[in-house]
């Protein structure tokens, strides 16, 4: 079961098991995901990519004041 997680290092859990029950052998989907977490493998590779954007969104009042500079109306219609 190692051997195939370093021979395929992109299969997870449930492809090792779905292939060592082909193979003949009686194996369940959580003692596979058991064994490879014990020996420091990641069971599900697809699944725990590091994200770019956080978690949670910034809060408008988190971010830089946006609002417009206009100047107020009584000056700009002085003559």
Not at 34 to 39: A, D, T
């Amino acid at each position: 079961m190692i051997r195939f997680k370093k021979e395929t290092p992109h299969w997870g859990y449930i492809r090792i098991t779905d292939y060592i029950v082909y193979l003949g052998y009686k194996i369940g989907e959580t003692a596979v995901k058991n064994i490879l977490i014990e020996n420091g493998y990641d069971p599900e590779p697809g699944r725990t990519r590091k994200t770019i954007c956080p978690t949670q969104p910034r809060s408008i009042t988190d971010g830089p004041d946006l609002r417009l500079s206009v100047p107020p109306l009584s000056s700009r219609f002085q003559s």
